[in-house]
């Protein structure tokens, strides 16, 4: 049996706008958009909204090169991070595990309120928000012509939060969005997955 190492993230590509609002020169790096609990990752520190910039001191231009990395190392193994937190590079430790599967759940329906972003949301029930594995969040409703629609949100998703700041009703979002202007990154999970989104209201 050939043992493949993991870190418990999920990653996504870093492109231009997210470069953006992330504050990195360019698009490099594997964003992360969700810690899996009690993870090698999540015992090291490791954020979603961090960017992996190197693994063991190779750096990483596509979010695609950091899995195979990661792969190679034998799980138990110490493994050097080099990551982008709000403006900053930050070195981290962590021990790589072993590669298994994980799953979150998803939700559904209730009161809804239209928002400035062109799309009407309401927040979670506390059983979505436990089926979801969220502790608060916004569940998409509809999503009209509008900022939303552009960004590629779409009904079902629910809105995690706006750079990095956790989101429980339709107003904190619209204020916001609204605040950060051009640079907003919103987290949101589609089924079990969750990404950055970037969002302009331009």
Sequence with gaps: KVSRGRLGVMIQEVNQQLADTFGLDKPTGALVSSVEDGSPADKAGIEAGDVILKFNGKEISRSSE????????????SANVTLWRKGKTKELTLNVGERVASETGKAGN????????GLAARPLTAEERKQAGVSEGLLVQEVGDG???KSGIRPGDIILSVNSEKISSVKQLNALVNKNGKRSALLILR??????VPFSMG
């Design 66 to 77: 950091l899995p195979s990395m990661v792969a190679d190392v034998a799980p138990g193994t």
């Design 110 to 117: 209730g009161n809804q309120e239209k928002s400035d972003l």
């Design 147 to 149: 900022p939303a629609a």
């Design 191 to 196: 089924g079990e997955q969750k990404m950055f």
